[in-house]
């Protein structure tokens, strides 16, 4: 093209970025980018879209953040693609609470975010298992006049699956196909997944022949997913016979087919026939992966063999592949047995300094080692420098410790905050707190419902507030217990706006467990005169299925009585000649000083 005087233009290096974008060589794109540049082509909001994307697929988010930023500098305005695609990538890797930042941005500019913006969040959410979120967005979606599609009810789904959540896996099922919605082989392959995982074979093969059926053609995932769960039952026989079926129809398995397999004879104490996959994959020109060494080097510790699970970890770094915590976990729990607690500890630091981070179960092997060897003092130092120095999951127990620890609130953060909730040093308690945050971990559920709870008996309800937001930005609901103290706290401070937005967020969630929260509720509005938010409570209760009883409203005390047009108002709320009985209707409403039913009219 060159070379016969043709220059080329934006649209050519355009195709030429994305085509190398796609493969994954960033290398050729800045290349054809910095050329574009020295050829005096100035680059479109499609090459800067498309170089964002290449970016944000490598993990790179800052630098596409930065390209997103300089695009106002070249005299091109960013669309909503471009929001978009930092969207997916902050998405990819797991920095979904920065994305709520960027929306706002693009709303800004004038950009209302489409089916691709709220599908991208709701995967993104469904991924770090914030399925509140999830549906929040998915609600929002259809306010908004968006239709969510088969990529929104498969992100929902697989996110059930992953959760064992079978049931409302096949609701989400259900209600897509209710709206007219065909699953496609993505939507199948993930339920087959998910009921494989759990042994539910017979609803996998319903679903296979629903599928086939449906004219799609499984594919290797699908084919795994159903040689897992015969892994997983022991039923080895059955697993090789899919792969022969697999054969059968043109497909060859893979790396992860070979693996699954291996795993399940090393689960199952199968070692040979374990080695015999290994040496077959090989052969066939297939390479084993880290989950291939990982299961077989668990394989043979399980039956004491150290020589050969450190010749297979050696070999296993030879080939390039990185150990993972699992792998160093296994080492490390088969030192302890053997008694060579040194090397078990350098495992662990060589696991740290790699970037690992060792869990519960890492943790429990080497303090019980320790224990074992009676190097207590060992095990406590350990114990305390892991908490205060180490990057160490908030939910580690140390139960195997317990009885050797001096003071019990280290069982877990968890307790330690509730510790000091409980005698009344909040200023304690907020050290810890903001120490695990400081250290990037997030706090559990729990751990928020304790602290604000601790506030709002201290008083501090500012503060109670604060943490209250940030537990929902977090994605988790508060406890009924803690909606309570914190709304009794914001009445008494007559914080009537933080109030209503409390009792609005604790309505919308559907999180009333019992009549205790919209009792309060309706106590407190009641209090001040304001019967309109009374039948508001009481509306939604009765949608949400939670319709009082008679004992309930007479336990309310609501007098002085209510006038006949606040009674016809209860009465159409909660449709009483459909619930109860004349008789029983008119002694309710006697209970709660309201005019009778039969004078209303």
Do not use: H
């Given at each position: 093209m060159v070379r016969n005087g043709v220059s080329p233009n934006?649209?050519?290096?355009?195709?030429?970025?994305?085509?190398?974008?796609?493969?994954?060589?960033?290398?050729?794109?800045?290349?054809?980018?910095?050329?574009?540049?020295?050829?005096?082509?100035?680059?479109?909001?499609?090459?800067?879209?498309?170089?964002?994307?290449?970016?944000?697929?490598?993990?790179?988010?800052?630098?596409?953040?930065?390209?997103?930023?300089?695009?106002?500098?070249?005299?091109?305005?960013?669309?909503?693609?471009?929001?978009?695609?930092?969207?997916?990538?902050?998405?990819?890797?797991?920095?979904?609470?920065?994305?709520?930042?960027?929306?706002?941005?693009?709303k800004r500019k004038g950009f209302v975010p489409d089916e691709v913006t709220y599908n991208t969040l709701i995967s993104g959410y469904c991924k770090e298992g914030n399925f509140h979120q999830a549906l929040v967005l998915q609600e929002e979606m259809r306010r908004n006049g968006l239709s969510p599609n088969v990529v929104t009810y498969t992100a929902l789904i697989n996110?059930?699956?992953?959760?064992?959540?079978?049931?409302?896996?096949?609701?989400?099922?259900?209600?897509?196909?209710?709206?007219?919605?065909?699953?496609?082989?993505r939507t199948y392959t993930t339920l087959i997944d998910g009921f494989s995982q759990q042994g539910f074979l017979n609803e996998a093969y319903g679903l296979l022949n629903e599928m086939v059926g449906g004219g799609f053609s499984p594919s290797i995932v699908t084919y795994n997913a159903l040689i897992n769960?015969?892994?997983?039952?022991?039923?080895?026989?059955?697993?090789?016979?899919?792969?022969?079926?697999?054969?059968?129809?043109?497909?060859?398995?893979?790396?992860?087919?070979?693996?699954t397999i291996i795993t399940g004879f090393c689960r199952h104490q199968e070692l040979e026939s374990a080695f015999q996959m290994k040496a077959e994959m090989v052969e066939k020109g297939i390479s084993p992966d880290a989950v291939t060494y990982s299961s077989l080097i668990q394989g043979v510790c399980q039956q004491r063999r150290l020589d050969d699970a450190c010749n297979l970890f050696q070999e296993m770094i030879s080939m390039g592949l990185r150990p993972d915590e699992f792998t160093y976990t296994t080492l490390i729990n088969a030192y302890c047995k053997e008694g060579d607690l040194n090397m078990a500890l350098h495992l662990?630091?060589?696991?740290?300094?790699?970037?690992?981070?060792?869990?519960?179960?890492?943790?429990?092997?080497?303090?019980?080692?320790?224990?074992?060897?009676?190097?207590?003092?060992e095990a406590k130092k350990l114990l305390l420098k892991l908490f205060y120095y180490k990057s160490v999951p908030d939910d580690v127990t140390y139960n195997t410790l317990i009885e050797s620890c001096t003071n019990v609130e280290f069982k877990s953060v968890v307790a330690l905050v509730k510790g000091f909730c409980m005698k009344g040093l909040m200023k304690e308690a907020d050290q810890?707190?903001?120490?695990?945050?400081?250290?990037?971990?997030?706090?559990?559920?729990?751990a928020y419902d304790v602290i604000i709870h601790g506030h709002c008996r201290d008083g501090n309800v500012e503060k109670a507030l604060k943490l209250y937001k940030e537990m929902l930005l977090s994605g988790f609901l508060p406890h009924t217990v803690t909606v309570i103290a914190l709304i009794k706290e914001l009445f008494t401070e007559g914080m009537n706006n933080e109030l209503s937005q409390v009792i609005e967020n604790t309505l919308w969630s559907c999180k009333l467990t019992d009549a205790e929260v919209a009792k309060l509720l309706v106590e407190a509005n009641h209090k001040e005169g304001n019967m309109d938010a009374v039948f508001n409570v009481l509306g939604e209760m009765a949608q949400d299925g939670l319709l009082p009883n008679s004992g309930w409203f007479a336990a309310m005390n609501l007098v002085p009585p209510l006038p006949c047009s606040s009674a016809n108002k209860f009465v159409k709320i909660f449709h009483l000649p459909l619930y109860l009985p004349s008789l029983a209707g008119n002694v309710l409403m006697n209970e709660l000083g309201l005019c009778s039913l039969h004078s209303s009219t």
């Open positions: 934006v649209y050519t290096y355009n195709i030429l970025i994305r085509g190398f974008s796609a493969a994954g060589n960033l290398e050729m794109v800045l290349y054809f980018w910095s050329e574009m540049e020295r050829n005096g082509c100035l680059p479109n909001v499609v090459t800067y879209n498309t170089l964002i994307d290449a970016y944000s697929k490598l993990k790179r988010i800052d630098d596409a953040f930065g390209l997103l930023r300089s695009m106002a500098s070249k005299g091109l305005e960013q669309n909503l693609i471009s929001y978009n695609v930092v969207i997916n990538g902050l998405c990819r890797e797991g920095r979904t609470e920065e994305t709520s930042q960027v929306v706002e941005e693009m996110a059930m699956s992953k959760t064992k959540n079978l049931n409302r896996a096949m609701e989400f099922f259900e209600q897509m196909r209710v709206r007219g919605l065909r699953p496609n082989e769960g015969y892994c997983l039952l022991g039923r080895m026989e059955e697993a090789m016979g899919i792969v022969q079926d697999m054969v059968g129809k043109g497909l060859y398995p893979d790396v992860v087919s070979y693996s662990n630091d060589e696991m740290i300094r790699k970037g690992f981070l060792p869990d519960l179960v890492t943790y429990s092997v080497l303090i019980n080692g320790l224990k074992k060897q009676a190097r207590m003092t810890v707190f903001e120490t695990v945050i400081k250290r990037k971990y997030k706090p559990n559920g729990a």
